[in-house]
Antibody
């Protein structure tokens, strides 16, 4: 059974860089996209981006200028860097395995869903 | 303000049925599959439904979904107290080029 274990700094000051890593165990690392999703306190879910084993990435346009995803295939890990954090970046950050299927002869439709998820890391940005 | 609109809360008695709606547009629900997640506060979301009413192993058939045009619906029958949680819909938006989620619906089993 695939398990995701994540870690990283929990308390940051404004303008610092958020850094989180997620380790994948118990299953294939290739063949999937690996995702970061965050949830601000009391709020809904926000997708940050995804990366596959050959480091192909897709980012949420609203965060793209500050986000970098990377992958370490030798250790089945992937990482998130978010620069210039502010209080608005305070959230629980989850890593998750993404399942993607593209439909239609022109690839115009898709199915994207996430399972399993990591345990979540609360990152607080405060001066 | 989420791109996908869900009611903030729903409630029903044990054993009853509840419906949670997720309203979007042609560029998201109208052209891509919806997935549904259950989140008990303090834990990670868990997928319930994906890709046209498919359920992962271990998810009971009390959970089902349907789609009509630019809206999707999650139905939960035979409500149990353990179903109390927040529920989220999610999909890809082909215009925004991003995954989007609804704002979440809190289910209370009275």
């Amino acid at each position: 059974q695939v398990q995701l274990q994540q870690w990283g700094a929990a308390l940051l000051k404004p303008s610092e860089t958020l850094s989180l890593t997620c380790a994948v165990s118990g299953g294939s690392f290739s063949g999937y996209y690996w995702n970061w999703i965050r949830q601000s306190p009391g709020k809904g879910l926000e997708w940050i981006g995804e990366i596959n084993y050959i480091a192909r990435t897709n980012y949420n346009p609203s965060l793209k200028s500050r986000v970098t995803l990377s992958v370490d295939t030798s250790n089945n890990q992937f990482s998130l860097r978010l620069t210039s954090v502010t209080a608005a970046d305070t959230a629980v950050y989850f890593c998750a395995r993404g399942h993607i299927t593209i439909f239609g002869s022109d690839g115009s439709g898709s199915s994207r869903w996430f399972d399993p998820w990591g345990q979540g890391t609360l990152v607080t940005v405060s001066s | 303000q989420s791109v996908l609109t869900q009611p903030p809360s729903v409630s029903a008695a044990p054993g009853q049925k509840v419906t949670i709606s997720c309203s979007g547009s042609r560029s998201n629900i109208g052209s891509n599959y919806v997935s549904w997640y259950q989140q008990v506060p303090g834990t990670a979301p868990k997928v319930l439904i994906y890709e046209d009413n498919k359920r992962p192993s271990g998810i009971p058939d009390r959970f089902s979904d349907s789609k009509s045009g630019t809206s999707a619906t999650l139905d939960i029958t035979g409500l149990q107290t353990g179903d109390e949680a927040d529920y989220y819909c999610g999909t890809w938006d082909s215009s925004l080029n991003t995954v989007i989620f609804g704002g979440g619906t809190k289910l209370t089993v009275l």
